[in-house]
């Protein structure tokens, strides 16, 4: 561990995480960016039509631009770092990391939220064989076969209609009686002709040999099986805050924070997916990140 002392360190390198570093750097703040990866959820969306500024951007091409930007300020980026313990005392934050351990008097969690697992047999023997929780990533290996997508919120919308132009045929297994997510979204997947919803219904098991077959399914007129050569798993996420054992979070596991993104830890902030912030969006999260990187230099004021 090094004796610096980082102003701020910022964990995470989403929307919320960059946008933090960026406002941080125009505050001429001493800052670290620790991140596994560069662009978070961003990277896994398909089509992003709700960014001001961009009428049509792709989620990768968003991510990218994020990059673009963080990068113009010559702000240290740790990439391919996770963070597993957070610790403070007497007004210095430790965090370590899986290379190393660092110190900060200001600290901001954008660590974002991770795949929720369907937590099935046949899940983990076909991950990466067949099985995939992000269809922007995984979607063209399935070009003119069928597919599964597991859930019926935006993500899985988001998802069907990536795949609408890639696989041959999409099978949703939703376990509501109904459809969520945004209306247009669901015009758009309902009125497909290569698209089946299985409301009501439920994934029993992932069967193959080497890689996926079919999915046995529990509807509401009985189990059925389902051929396929994919199944893209979109039920929700979890936040990334395992780390955080010291820190307020509420039954989901999210941080708990006040209008000014302050936790219940002086001079620890959080922003984004990571946090109890209603709605999860990429404009909201880089909104939190904003406010957060300002109170965080307004803290440093304090303590001088």
Not at 35 to 63: C, H, K, M, R
Not at 89 to 97: A, D, P, R, V, Y
Request: with cysteine; net charge negative; glycine share 10%.
């Amino acid at each position: 561990m090094t004796d610096k002392i980082y102003e701020l360190i910022i964990i995470g390198a989403g929307p919320a995480g960059i946008t933090a570093g960026v406002y941080a750097a125009r505050k001429k703040m001493d800052c670290l960016v620790i991140s596994v990866d560069i662009g978070g959820q961003t990277a896994w969306s398909g089509d992003v039509e709700n960014y001001t500024g961009y009428q049509f951007i792709s989620g990768p091409e968003l991510a990218a631009k994020f990059e673009e930007h963080i990068k113009r300020y010559g702000i240290d980026v740790n990439e391919g770092e996770e963070v597993q313990e957070v610790t403070s005392s007497e007004g210095i934050h430790k965090i370590k990391t899986t290379s190393g351990e660092y110190k900060a008097k200001t600290l901001i969690i954008a660590s974002g939220k991770r795949s929720r697992e369907l937590g099935v047999p046949g899940e983990e023997k076909f991950k990466n064989k067949g099985l995939t929780y992000c269809a922007t990533c995984d979607g063209p290996f399935f070009e003119n076969k069928d597919v599964v997508i597991v859930g019926g919120g935006n993500s899985a919308l988001d998802a069907a209609l990536q795949m609408e132009k890639i696989a041959s045929f999409i099978t949703i297994v939703n376990v509501t009686p109904e459809l969520g997510g945004d209306l247009i979204m669901q015009e758009k997947v309902v009125g497909s002709k290569k698209v089946k919803v299985l409301n009501g219904s439920e994934v029993m098991e992932v069967i193959g040999d080497k890689f996926v077959d079919k999915i046995k399914v529990k509807t509401p007129s009985g189990e059925i099986e389902v051929p396929c050569k994919g199944v893209f798993v979109e039920i929700g996420l979890m936040p990334n805050s395992a780390f955080t054992k010291d820190i307020k979070k509420n039954d989901m596991d999210e941080i708990i924070v006040n209008c000014q993104t302050e936790t219940n830890i002086p001079g620890i902030f959080a922003a984004g997916d990571v946090t109890n912030v209603a709605e999860k969006q990429i404009i909201i999260a880089a909104g939190e990140g904003a406010k957060a990187s300002l109170r965080a230099f307004k803290h440093l004021a304090e303590m001088r």
